[in-house]
């Protein structure tokens, strides 16, 4: 991605650019949720974001004949390990970086984005956080749990219904922190939620919607007698 490759070369000097950020993050904002692994994996991997820096070499001296003359090679340029301080201070420093760095490869600056989280706006945005509610580091699962409280307000019901359809299927296979998928079903049995989760049922036929329409009946938390709808009336599938 071309815009990944910018904003690697203007992190590398210390000086990302705002709009730069912005345009990565809305872009990122626009993929579905079901695509968050294979999107992770790439900016993981990504040494534009995390992995290298590029730091000035001294100049070596270098036999050019057997008369043993020595002089100074031009100062050259070679690419290094970022480091966790200089991540650290570029996530601290620049604004919605903290989006891109959810991803990170270094659990502390995991930690540090999801504490500097204010908002998920998205659908793919809000399924990274709940994401990190299962993290393999302890500190940034207890980072989530308290993100989840701050972040998601009454006015996000579309944005977590539309998150729940991959997050409902997935969060019973959560091993490492199973009080989060209760945290997590306060969240989506919200009735203006279940509301919105509920349109999508009616309306959508995609395997997507289906895999959370068994996930959803087979869920305790979301039991037909606590969702907003006449008991007698029975749930059917789409189709």
Same mark, same amino acid.
């Given at each position: ?5 910018t904003?690697? #070369? #203007?992190? *590398? ?6 709009e730069t ?7 990122l *904002?626009?993929?579905?949720? #079901?695509?968050?692994s294979?999107v992770a994996?790439a900016?993981?991997?990504?040494p534009?974001?995390y992995? =290298?820096?590029p730091?000035l070499? @001294?100049p ?15 100062a050259t340029?070679e &690419?290094r390990?970022?480091? &966790?301080r200089e ?9 919605e970086?903290? !989006?891109?760095?959810?991803? *990170?490869?270094? /659990? !502390?600056v995991?930690e @540090?984005a999801?504490?500097k989280? %204010?908002?998920?706006s ?8 709940? $994401? ?9 699962r ?5 993100a ?8 996000? %019901?579309?944005?977590?219904?539309e %998150?729940?359809?991959? $997050?409902?299927?997935?969060?019973p296979?959560?091993?490492?922190n ?7 079903? #306060? ?7 279940v509301?919105?989760?509920?349109r &999508?049922?009616k309306?959508?036929?995609? /395997? $997507?919607t ?18 907003? =709808?006449? &008991?007698?009336?029975?749930?059917q599938p789409?189709?």
């Amino acid at each position: 991605m071309a815009l990944l490759q910018t904003l690697g #070369e #203007e992190l *590398s000097v210390g000086r990302p650019r705002p709009e730069t950020v912005n345009r990565l993050v809305a872009e990122l *904002s626009a993929v579905p949720a #079901e695509r968050i692994s294979r999107v992770a994996e790439a900016l993981q991997g990504s040494p534009c974001l995390y992995g =290298w820096s590029p730091t000035l070499i @001294a100049p070596a001296p270098v036999t050019l004949s057997k008369k043993v003359i020595q002089f100074l090679a031009p100062a050259t340029m070679e &690419r290094r390990p970022r480091s &966790r301080r200089e991540l650290l201070d570029l996530l601290k420093r620049t604004s919605e970086l903290e !989006y891109l760095f959810l991803f *990170s490869g270094d /659990g !502390y600056v995991r930690e @540090a984005a999801v504490r500097k989280l %204010a908002m998920a706006s998205s659908p793919f945005f809000a399924s990274a956080l709940a $994401l990190r509610l299962n993290d393999w580091v302890p500190q940034v699962r207890v980072a989530a749990e308290q993100a989840i409280a701050r972040v998601f307000g009454k006015d996000d %019901a579309a944005v977590l219904a539309e %998150a729940a359809l991959f $997050l409902l299927a997935r969060t019973p296979f959560w091993s490492r922190n199973p009080a989060a998928v209760s945290l997590l079903s #306060e969240v989506l049995t919200r009735n203006d939620v279940v509301d919105a989760l509920l349109r &999508r049922f009616k309306a959508r036929r995609d /395997g $997507l919607t289906l895999e959370a329409l068994r996930a959803a009946l087979m869920s305790p938390a979301l039991t037909l007698t606590s969702w907003p =709808w006449p &008991r007698k009336r029975a749930i059917q599938p789409p189709g």
